[in-house]
């Protein structure tokens, strides 16, 4: 925020500080002095607003908010399985490499209980064609559990880059 915009706010606020003091030691029967105190407040949350539109950087277009920062988009995307959905061992999960994956060497995954995070599948992905997938293996496991897709760089920790919460029956 730009300091002109905090000394007009500012000035506001002293304004309606004098004012209420006005209207308290008044004992609240000063028509002038309420109507000047309900004036300044309006006005202060006027500008308040404003301010916050203002301040923004990079503002977007009609109906988009513009002071919030942008969820980091997907590198992997589930391409036939939706969150919740019920599942057998056997079953086949399939996934689409996004264009912003470029930055990671290679792609692993991880079954895991939602409950114990204990993983009870996993491997290397390999995508042929920005494509790949992976089938269900038979396990004795029954209830909720995540997919968890993780991209690897050298030099660096892996990186989460997808999620998925789904149920084996």
Not at 100 to 127: H, I, N, P, R, T
């Amino acid at each position: 925020m730009k300091v002109k915009y905090i000394i007009v706010y500012a000035a506001l606020a002293a304004a309606f500080g004098a004012v209420s003091l006005w209207v308290f030691l008044s004992g609240g029967r000063s028509a002038k002095a309420v109507r000047a105190k309900f004036r300044l407040g309006g006005l202060l949350l006027s500008v308040s607003s404003m301010l916050s539109l203002a301040s923004c950087n990079g503002a977007g277009g009609i109906f988009q908010p513009t002071c919030y920062d942008v969820a980091a988009p997907e590198n992997v995307y589930f391409t036939n399985r939706t969150s919740g959905e019920k599942l057998k061992p056997g079953d086949v999960v399939a996934m689409s490499l996004n264009d912003g994956a470029d930055g990671f060497d290679s792609f692993s995954y991880e079954m895991m209980e939602l409950k114990e995070e204990k993983v009870f599948q996993s491997g290397e992905l390999v995508f042929v064609d920005g494509l790949t997938s992976v089938t269900i293996e038979e396990t004795e496991y029954r209830g909720d559990f995540l997919i968890r897709v993780y991209g690897h760089s050298e030099g660096m920790d892996p990186a989460l880059v997808a999620e998925l919460y789904l149920i084996l029956e």
